[in-house]
């Protein structure tokens, strides 16, 4: 369970094992669509959107614990359950300069993921422009290295074909081959 309190992650399903604040799992269903509820619960994210919706009033601490989750979600590139949040952070204010950059970081994880691949090529320049789409929304200077740093990585990967993604020792393999070295 993760405390409402602290954010630490317990054993306990009643108490803190941290701070000793009770916890509770809040019930999502007056702010999750029925169709959302279900996905929430394939994911494995009742807890977490537990933690992130305990004061429903409050939509700094909503999308600042969204995008806390989301990131460590990325970091594990559990993207799906990143994506999930994202949408979240994103109904509670369109116009947060973090939930815009998140997504974008997201649709960036997601174009990475899919550059490998030939069939995908078409999905990838559908996630690196819609990551470049919401990056221009960004308004914040407090993001400007941020966005810089994800601009340059999809400028990158806009240029690269699937066959800049093979494996060198496959290239060294192809390259002896032709050249009967053995």
Do not use: P, W
């Amino acid at each position: 369970m993760i405390c409402h309190s602290c954010g630490a992650s317990a054993a306990n399903n009643k108490v803190c094992d941290y701070c000793g604040a009770s916890v509770i799992v809040k019930d999502l269903s007056s702010i999750l669509e029925s169709v959302d509820t279900d996905r929430a619960k394939t994911l494995e994210l009742n807890e977490e959107l537990s933690y992130i919706f305990d004061d429903e009033t409050n939509t700094e601490q909503i999308i600042s614990r969204i995008v806390e989750k989301a990131n460590q979600h990325i970091e594990d590139l559990s993207l799906k359950k990143a994506e999930f949040l994202s949408r979240y952070a994103l109904i509670q204010s369109e116009d947060d300069d973090r939930a815009i950059f998140l997504s974008a970081n997201i649709k960036t994880a997601y174009a990475l993921k899919t550059s490998g691949s030939i069939q995908a090529a078409n999905i990838k320049q559908k996630y690196i422009l819609d990551a470049k789409t919401l990056l221009a929304k960004v308004k914040s200077a407090d993001f400007s290295e941020k966005i810089e740093q994800l601009t340059l990585k999809l400028d990158s990967l806009d240029g690269a074909k699937a066959s800049h993604f093979t494996s060198i020792e496959d290239d060294a393999t192809r390259q002896s081959a032709e050249t009967g070295a053995g």
